[in-house]
């Protein structure tokens, strides 16, 4: 069992910046790829970006390519994504992943879940 914690949500202004982390317990992070996903209000839970297990490649949805980087650091057992130039479209729930499929951008692939940070983006 891997249990995530996400963490560093919160309501910023259009073109500011977040820096979400997600912490895990339970069994090492470097044995899996690592996934970033969000969910609007009325929207279906989406992909965001991932990387693999040892953060050599990493993967982004179009929407947020060029400015949401995300990076592991599996000595600290915690993954992270860098929000930037943020947009209120991006206004959501983030939520991190564990999962054993590089590539993989679909909720089935990923077998453990955080349970969320909310992200809001004011105009």
């Known amino acids: 069992q891997v249990q995530l914690v996400e963490s560093g949500g919160g309501l910023v202004q259009a073109g500011g910046s977040l820096r979400l982390s997600c912490a895990a317990s339970?069994?090492?992070?470097?044995?899996?790829?690592m996934g970033w996903f969000r969910q609007a209000p009325g929207k279906e839970r989406e992909f965001v970006g991932s990387?693999?297990?040892?953060?050599?490649?990493?993967e982004y949805a179009d929407s947020v390519k060029g400015r949401f980087t995300t990076s592991r650091d599996n000595a600290k057992n915690t993954v992270y994504l860098q929000m930037n130039s943020l947009k209120p479209e991006d206004t959501a729930v983030y939520y991190c992943?564990?999962?054993?499929?590089?590539?993989?951008?679909?909720?089935?692939?990923?077998?453990?879940w955080g349970q969320g940070t909310q992200v809001t983006v004011s105009s």
């Open positions: 339970g069994r090492a992070i470097a044995n899996y790829v």
């Open positions: 992943a564990a999962g054993s499929s590089w590539r993989a951008r679909v909720i089935r692939d990923y077998t453990y």
């Open positions: 990387i693999n297990w040892n953060g050599a490649s990493t």
